[in-house]
């Protein structure tokens, strides 16, 4: 297993050389992009996302997962902000990995709309997106993972909910599928592992993970699995409750995440496959140390996942009036 780690690391570094993978990040995206267009958005944005966070801080994890869910399926091009319509029924947002599961649009129409009145017409909701995601990692991180977002996105046409589960991981995945699946948007094995860290916040509906984890001969610590299986089992308040990702720092982003996969303390299949290899329990370990390396890998990787299948001006790509419709 280890072998087939590294080649798959051997494999995505090839593909990225050669500029094979067609999720490569776009190098045209730049930081301060509407300086001179829309100089206040930035701020615009950040305020929308500091009142609500301030309000709930499940909407910042909310935020974060919106970008991840929105940029690996056809790209970061704002699709899954996208309502039904009579000609568009079934939208990303209506998948089956989003429909119960996804956050933070009102945050996104509360941004677009005083954007829409300081500059009309100029910001993309695809930036807008990106955006958010990079205040509420700030915010959630107690302003530790600090980074700048580099914009330019145009917003996408199309968004269909048979998209959603060919393109976004599993959670019952395991090591080599997570590999695989970040490949594909040209993300290497690191960034994967990275990225995994959002996981510390947000939570998790027991039908996602209690077949896989629950069950015989699931890795997962008994006292955990037995507190779970009780959270689970108990549906006087939902038919299918939920249960916070990380259970230690529940409403903060930061390595605590890392030490619950090491503890075997993790909801997900697809977070504890993680330790599957020596490498990527390497990389597991190295997250869970030092204050403040994670942190920095992980702006780092937002970044490069923000890039992924940007969409240009023209007949793929148009800058949104209402986040939810196209124009």
Same mark, same amino acid.
């Given at each position: 297993m ?5 080649l798959?690391?051997?494999v ?5 050389l ?8 776009d190098t ?15 701020d615009?944005?950040r305020a ?13 994890a ?14 970061c091009?704002a ?8 000609k568009?029924?079934f939208?990303?947002?209506l998948?089956?990995?989003? #429909?119960? %599961? @996804?956050?933070g649009?009102? &945050?996104?129409? !509360? ?6 009145? +300081?500059?009309?017409?100029v ?9 958010a995601?990079r205040d ?8 530790r993972?600090?980074f ?15 998209d959603? #589960?060919? %393109? @976004?991981?599993?959670?019952? &995945?395991?090591? !080599? ?5 970040f490949? +594909?948007k ?8 990275v990225?995994?860290?959002a ?15 629950l069950?015989?001969?699931?890795d ?6 037995r ?11 939902a ?6 990702q990380?259970?230690?720092?529940p409403?903060?982003l ?9 503890k075997?303390r993790?909801?997900?299949a697809?977070?504890a ?5 020596k ?11 030092v204050?403040?390396r994670?942190?920095k ?24 009036t ?6």
């Amino acid at each position: 297993m280890a072998a087939s780690f590294e080649l798959a690391i051997l494999v995505t570094c090839a593909l990225l050389l050669a500029g094979a993978c067609r999720g490569a990040p776009d190098t045209e995206l730049q930081v301060g992009y509407y300086q001179d267009t829309c100089p206040e958005a930035e701020d615009i944005v950040r305020a929308a996302v500091s009142d609500a966070v301030a309000e709930d801080a499940g909407i910042g994890a909310g935020l974060i997962r919106l970008l991840f869910h929105d940029c690996f399926v056809q790209g970061c091009d704002a699709s899954v902000l996208l309502d039904p319509t009579k000609k568009n029924p079934f939208p990303e947002k209506l998948g089956a990995p989003n #429909v119960h %599961s @996804l956050r933070g649009f009102e &945050a996104i129409d !509360a941004a677009k709309f005083a954007l829409e009145d +300081a500059c009309p017409g100029v910001v993309s909701c695809a930036d807008v997106v990106a955006f958010a995601a990079r205040d509420a990692s700030y915010l959630l991180s107690g302003y530790r993972v600090d980074f700048d977002m580099p914009a330019g996105r145009f917003d996408g046409r199309r968004s269909n909910a048979s998209d959603t #589960v060919p %393109s @976004l991981p599993a959670p019952s &995945a395991n090591l !080599a599928q997570l590999i695989d699946n970040f490949a +594909a948007k040209g993300l290497d094995a690191e960034d994967m592992v990275v990225l995994s860290g959002a996981h510390s916040v947000g939570h998790a509906r027991c039908s996602s993970f209690a077949g896989d984890r629950l069950g015989d001969g699931a890795d997962i610590d008994p006292s955990f699995a037995r507190s779970l299986r009780r959270r689970c089992n108990d549906t006087s308040e939902a038919e299918d409750p939920t249960v916070s990702q990380d259970l230690v720092t529940p409403a903060e982003l930061d390595g605590q995440f890392y030490r619950n996969v090491l503890k075997g303390r993790v909801l997900l299949a697809s977070d504890a496959a993680l330790m599957e290899t020596k490498e990527a329990a390497r990389m597991v370990r190295e997250s869970a140390g030092v204050s403040g390396r994670w942190e920095k890998k992980f702006g780092q990787a937002m970044v490069k996942m923000a890039g992924i299948e940007v969409k240009k001006a023209g007949r793929r790509g148009e800058i949104r009036t209402n986040c939810r419709l196209v124009n």
